[in-house]
């Protein structure tokens, strides 16, 4: 993947980020997560947002990403929606894929490879310098948790450009 293969060149950030599940741990196929939560609920979709900086040389064409999710089994902070968009300005954004109330990722540890639904593979118009993911819903059993994200893997997959 795109993460991988790139390493240290993609800045990962998120507003909620704690030392004690750093989003350093989506990098690694392992059982340590990323997890935005540390006894204060993130409250609405500006706390579940993990962007991904490619730099200003490189640009992204996305074709699909991987997500594998956390410890807590099926009531647990697991992703049921959110989007993929990316961005050459960090403020304007384009959708690449929307998942509602997807079910693939739903207990522990599940993973799963999602196509872009939304995005045009091979354009032009799908050259991005950041990519970000964003949740707007868990399906934990309670409501006040749909912000979380509890993810242990993240990866990007499609083409790397170049810029001269």
């Known amino acids: 993947g ?3 293969f790139l390493g240290d060149a993609v800045t990962i950030s998120s507003i909620k980020n704690y030392s004690d599940f750093p989003l350093s741990n989506l990098r690694k196929y392992n059982n340590n ?17 993990i962007k991904f900086d490619f730099g200003s040389n490189k640009k992204i064409d996305l074709f699909s990403y991987f997500i594998r999710t956390g410890p807590d089994d099926s009531n647990g902070d697991h992703q049921k929606t959110w989007r993929i968009e990316g961005s050459n300005d960090d ?21 799963c490879h999602f ?10 118009n799908n050259l991005f310098r950041y990519i970000r993911y964003v949740q707007e819903g868990s399906w934990s059993i ?4 749909e912000y979380i994200i509890q993810i242990t893997y993240f990866e990007l997959y499609g083409k790397v450009v170049t810029i001269e």
């Open 91 to 111: 403020k304007s954004w384009t959708k690449l894929d929307r998942r509602w109330d997807d079910i693939s990722l739903k207990d522990k540890f599940k993973e």
């Open 33 to 49: 997560r990323f997890y935005n939560f540390n006894n204060i609920d993130p409250v609405s979709e500006s706390d579940s947002i």
């Open 115 to 124: 196509i872009c639904q939304l995005g045009s593979y091979g354009s032009e």
């Open 142 to 145: 309670y409501s006040n948790r």
């Open 2 to 4: 795109l993460i991988s």
